[in-house]
């Protein structure tokens, strides 16, 4: 069975760091670029970025790049997503979602995610 | 642009049709088969209803079916029913940056 499993929740004042993960079960890991999603409180869903898990080649989203980091650990077919100063708006719902891609195939639906990782900064 | 468009709210009855839309652009919906389509419940992940425009997944139900033209993109639910009551979003590659969008968003409401 497919799985994504994320970290538990968090609670975290502004200016703190943190790391949340998503690790991936019932599949080859390296065959699946990981993105992150957000979704702020009542809001839609927004792309942040994804990561291929051969190389860790990473893309991002511009509203995104410099405030987060993802990378990746292969050999815990784990991905994260981490921040170096969170603030209150960092307040959200982070999802991660995984995209099957081994050239020449590669699909650009999500067509798992894991349960989701709430995160909420506060002072 | 930082979001496809699709209307805030859509409503049926029981047993009817309805039709969300999903507008973006040619950099976009309407420049590549790349739409996919997702269903959220509230509290919970999203879950794929509909990938490459028009093709559901193993175990999505054949009252959803998709499609597109131009670039506005369509997600069709026939025969609703009580458990269609939830948040839909579109998603497309785009040939910029960011690599995808979602759309805003649409809720639909089983009368």
């Known amino acids: 069975e497919v799985q994504l499993v994320q970290s538990g929740a968090e609670v975290k004042k502004p200016g703190e760091s943190l790391r949340i993960s998503c690790q991936g079960s019932?599949?080859?890991?390296?065959?699946?670029?990981i993105s992150w999603v957000r979704q702020m409180p009542g809001k839609g869903l927004e792309w942040m970025g994804r990561?291929?898990?051969?190389?860790?080649?990473?893309n991002y989203s511009p509203s995104f790049e410099g405030r987060v980091t993802i990378s990746a650990d292969k050999s815990l077919s784990t991905a994260y997503l981490q921040w170096s100063s969170l603030k209150a708006s960092d307040t959200a719902i982070y999802y991660c979602?995984?995209?099957?891609?081994?050239?020449?195939?590669?699909?650009?639906?999500?067509?798992?995610w894991g349960q989701g990782t709430l995160v909420s900064v506060s002072s | 642009q930082s979001a496809l468009t699709q209307p805030a709210s859509v409503s049926g009855s029981p047993g009817q049709s309805i039709t969300i839309s999903c507008t973006g652009s040619?950099?976009?919906?309407?420049?590549?088969?790349?739409v996919s389509w997702y269903l959220q419940y509230p509290g919970r992940a999203p879950k794929l209803l509909i990938h490459?425009?028009?093709n559901r997944p193993s175990g999505i139900s054949s009252r959803i079916s998709a499609s597109k033209s131009g670039n506005t993109a369509s997600l069709t639910i026939s025969g609703l029913q009580a458990e269609d009551e939830a948040d839909y979003y579109c998603?497309?590659?785009?040939?910029?940056?960011?690599?995808?969008?979602f759309g805003t968003g649409t809720k639909v409401t089983v009368l």
């Open positions: 979602a995984r995209q099957y891609c081994s050239p020449p195939s590669c699909f650009l639906d999500f067509d798992y």
């Open positions: 019932g599949y080859i890991f390296s065959n699946y670029w």
């Open positions: 990561i291929g898990p051969k190389d860790s080649y990473t």
């Open positions: 040619s950099s976009h919906v309407g420049g590549y088969t790349y």
């Open positions: 490459d425009v028009t």
């Open positions: 998603s497309s590659y785009t040939s910029s940056s960011p690599l995808f969008l």
